[in-house]
């Protein structure tokens, strides 16, 4: 049987999700690049296990996505979830690229939001929150650096749940790929696009809505006219956690002049700066990564709800 993306495989899917998925019952996908790369441990972990909690307490399954052991998998176990966390950099960070390099292999990996796409997708889930997506790194058009996670929107039926972009990327140029290749970028409840840490980038969503009902019944046009891929759900950082552009700005220059004295290239560049900026910001913006994950898993439940009620 072919599985929705065309070809064979399809993922291991926890029992939890497969009963949901059966069932027509609201499931929502969590990335676990944002566990071993993302975040310090034990907070990595900690914060995995609350974002899982928190989907349950709005009325829909988590999976979290990871490769392991070659296994594609939609439901991780708390076992694996703290092995990974424990892990963290160490354990491989996997893209479209790597997926049937680490499934040949037979390796464990961390997914990023473009690899989660994929094997959501796969399982049949539409739905999936994240911290921030990758974009168009600054200084591009020398690099060429363009995560994989924007080609990914193009192609791949999943809504992503995400406090925006971070500022660690060329947020303009982002916004013209997504546009170039028509992906919608909505905003909850704001005009403006979050840029993770803050609730402003400066530059402006294609649509405001300020409902999971009204979010669903876009994405239902969207695939009902068969436009194949996804579409940014920009979440803004709560009010009492958003931190002042002055701090971020100031570390992301840093993080940036550090990769570049260490010629930091391809995959290792946003891990680089991720870590970075985690260093020099210190305590609060691991707290403000933590309420946005949390409130992007609350609105991501939501809109999985929805999207079931609607019979998509
Ligand atoms: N941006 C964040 N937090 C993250 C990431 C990006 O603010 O954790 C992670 C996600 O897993 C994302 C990946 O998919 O980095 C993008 O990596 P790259 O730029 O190499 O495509
Ligand atoms: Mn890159």
């Not at 999700?17 to 996908?29: H, I, Q, S, Y």
Request: with cysteine.
């Amino acid at each position: 049987m072919a599985n929705p993306m065309g070809g064979t495989a399809l993922p291991d899917c926890s029992a939890e999700v497969r009963e949901a998925l059966a069932a027509g019952r609201p499931v929502v996908a969590l990335e676990s690049t944002i566990i071993s790369h993302g975040m310090p441990y034990p907070q990595n972990v900690a914060t995995a296990l609350q974002v899982e909690g928190e989907v349950r307490a709005h009325g829909a399954v988590p999976a979290t996505i990871a490769v392991v052991d070659g296994r594609l998998k939609a439901g991780l176990s708390r076992a694996e979830i703290e092995s990974l966390g424990r892990a963290g950099p160490s354990v491989s960070k996997l893209s479209r690229r790597d997926l049937p390099l680490a499934v040949a292999a037979g390796q464990t990996g961390a997914t990023t939001v473009a690899a989660t796409m994929i094997i959501a997708a796969l399982a049949g889930i539409r739905v999936f929150a994240t911290g921030g997506i990758g974009g168009v790194h600054r200084g591009a058009g020398e690099s060429f650096d363009i995560s994989a996670d924007l080609l990914e929107l193009v192609r791949t039926p999943v809504a992503v749940v995400c406090a925006g972009v971070k500022s660690i990327l060329d947020i303009r140029l982002t916004l013209e790929v997504l546009e170039t290749h028509g992906v919608p970028v909505v905003g909850y409840g704001t005009d403006r696009l979050p840029a993770f840490f803050a609730r402003d980038s400066g530059f402006a969503v294609d649509a405001r809505l300020d409902t999971p009902a009204q979010i669903a019944r876009a994405l239902q046009a969207q695939w009902a006219m068969g436009l194949r891929g996804g579409m940014v759900i920009a979440n803004p950082v709560p009010e009492a956690h958003a931190l002042p552009r002055a701090v971020i700005d100031g570390a992301i220059e840093m993080a940036l002049a550090d990769a570049a004295v260490q010629g930091i290239t391809g995959k290792a560049v946003t891990p680089f700066l991720l870590a970075r900026v985690n260093e020099l910001t210190g305590g609060n913006s691991l707290a403000a990564n933590i309420a946005l994950i949390l409130n992007n898993a609350r609105l991501a439940a939501a809109v999985a709800g929805e999207l079931t009620r609607l019979g998509g």
